[in-house]
């Protein structure tokens, strides 16, 4: 996304991740659940063509669902809520030092659905799109650097097996 470094704006970007999630869900009755899911992933950071480094990010997301049919093989659901995305284990990239990556938080929306083989055993296809701005800090030799407001946005696909009891 494009951030403003020292006045400039700069264009960052973060590479993507592949990462197991666990989600857990719970049904206030036949059409509204939450659902908190948790992972964590390593990214890339780059502005132009500079690697500034890596970082560890844990975003633990809050959704309030809506589920369509909950009973029915094929159950479509949407969802709205929070993320809070963490970064930790920053590691500047050469010729940098000292990166650093605010915590921030933003807000998730979700569409998904699952589809039953059994009355417990079924399979999940989910996509969230989280709005995040985030402050990135780093040194380049003795110059400090600091992208503010940095549009995160992205996109978590996820695809997995659901149980319920």
């Avoid at 009973?71 to 930790?88: I, M, Q, R, T």
């Amino acid at each position: 996304g494009d951030g403003v470094v020292n006045g400039t704006a700069l264009q960052t970007d973060v590479g993507d991740a592949v990462t197991p999630e666990l989600d857990v869900t719970y049904f206030f009755n036949d059409h509204i659940a939450a659902e908190l899911i948790a992972a964590t992933a390593q990214h890339s950071i780059s502005a132009g063509s500079n690697d500034l480094g890596e970082t560890w990010i844990l975003p633990p997301t809050l959704t309030l669902q809506y589920h369509f049919q909950r009973d029915e093989k094929f159950s479509p659901y949407v969802g709205a809520g929070l993320n809070y995305s963490y970064f930790y284990g920053e590691d500047a990239g050469t010729g940098f030092s000292d990166l650093d990556v605010d915590g921030a938080v933003g807000y998730a929306l979700q569409a998904g659905f699952d589809y039953w083989f059994n009355d417990n055993l079924g399979l999940n296809l989910d996509v969230k799109y989280v709005d995040l701005d985030v402050d990135v800090d780093v040194n380049l030799g003795a110059t400090p650097l600091a992208a503010r407001d940095v549009d995160l946005n992205p996109w978590i696909i996820g695809t997995g097996v659901s149980y319920r009891f």
